[in-house]
């Protein structure tokens, strides 16, 4: 009978569970997955917020620019087009000119287009367009012969493509 009771102690002695069973390991690995999609979900989403942070302040900065370099209307500079997405300031003399200490923030990428013949509110005196590489709204800022200035808002986009 002893030798019974140390056989079965010994027995349940080596069946006894040692770790994680196959189940409680799926179940903590779909655990970590479902938090790590909800994370990268919300950077996502908040990288997408800053860049479209950054176009609204290039818009604004551009039109306070533009004020500034527009002030001496007798020495306007020339018709220009440019689609830049170096930083820094201006590559295009005239675009300088135009919106004189603007810089460029990176990952951006800007269009303007400049025509001082325009007087009427028939054509776009100033045209700016911003677009941040990591996302997908973007903005556009027009300024018409007659003085009205237009900027519209979350325009849908695909970045700096």
Known sequence: MLRNRHLKQKYFYLN??????????????LTIGVLASMSITSFNVLKMSTAYQVVATSINQLRLAAESGTIE???????????QTTSGPFS??????????FNQ?????????????????????????????????????????????????????????
């Open 16 to 29: 006894k569970q040692r770790g994680f069973s196959l189940i409680e390991l799926i179940f903590i690995l």
């Open 73 to 83: 209307t007798d020495s306007l500079p020339s018709a220009f087009s440019i689609t």
């Open 92 to 101: 295009d003399v005239n675009a300088a000119a135009l919106f004189p200490g």
């Open 105 to 161: 923030t990176s990952r951006t990428k800007i269009t303007a287009e400049f025509d001082p013949s325009c007087d009427t509110g028939a054509c776009a005196f100033i045209f700016t367009q911003v677009q941040h590489c990591n996302g997908d709204r973007y903005q556009e800022w027009l300024r018409y012969g007659d003085g009205i200035d237009i900027v519209l808002e979350d325009l849908m986009g695909d970045g700096c493509a």
